[in-house]
């Protein structure tokens, strides 16, 4: 049983590791989004692709592991824990926490770059619509700045110039 608990910290300190580059990798992405840097994301996407299978396969060997120890794979660390006592209980309770601690930090920066995507692609839509001369169905904002839904369209801007 100990040995198994080894195991499982073991995998748990690797997950915390790789969790924590890619915590780094999704920061260098969102600098990249904000610069619009767009070559450097497309770089950093297919950077972060092998550690994403790296902790894919970790989280496939945690539970594992926690399948062998306790005979039900989808266990939390925290039932894990109750069922045995060990000297190794709070080190599972520590890493676990700072595993769910990075993994918040990691979605919050996915929503972020998600976020700052969607409104770029927004903008290039309506410049696109607007220089091409064809109606683009853009989000318009009312007053204090609220998305409006609207279903009209936004017509491209006019030049009368003189060649």
Avoid: C
């Avoid at 994403?52 to 926690?66: G, M, N, T, W």
């Avoid at 919050?108 to 169905?137: H, P, R």
């Amino acid at each position: 049983m100990e040995k198994k608990l080894g195991k499982l910290i073991s995998n748990l300190d690797l997950q915390i590791r790789k969790h924590k580059s890619l915590l780094s990798m999704l920061n260098k992405k969102l600098d990249a989004v904000v610069s619009q840097d767009w070559k450097k994301l497309q770089e950093l996407v297919e950077e972060s692709n092998p550690l994403l299978a790296q902790i894919r396969s970790l989280e496939d060997e945690r539970v594992k592991i926690v399948n062998e120890i306790a005979g039900d794979g989808s266990i939390s660390i925290s039932q894990l824990v109750s069922m045995f006592e060990t000297d190794k209980n709070d080190i599972l309770v520590r890493k676990a926490n700072e595993l769910s601690r990075i993994v918040k930090e990691i979605e919050s920066l996915v929503v972020q770059i998600d976020t700052l995507l969607k409104v770029s692609l927004e903008v290039i839509d309506y410049t696109v619509a607007l220089l091409s001369g064809n109606g683009s169905s853009g989000v318009l904002y009312g007053t204090g700045g609220r998305e409006e839904k609207s279903e009209r369209n936004i017509y491209p801007l006019v030049l009368n110039i003189k060649a």
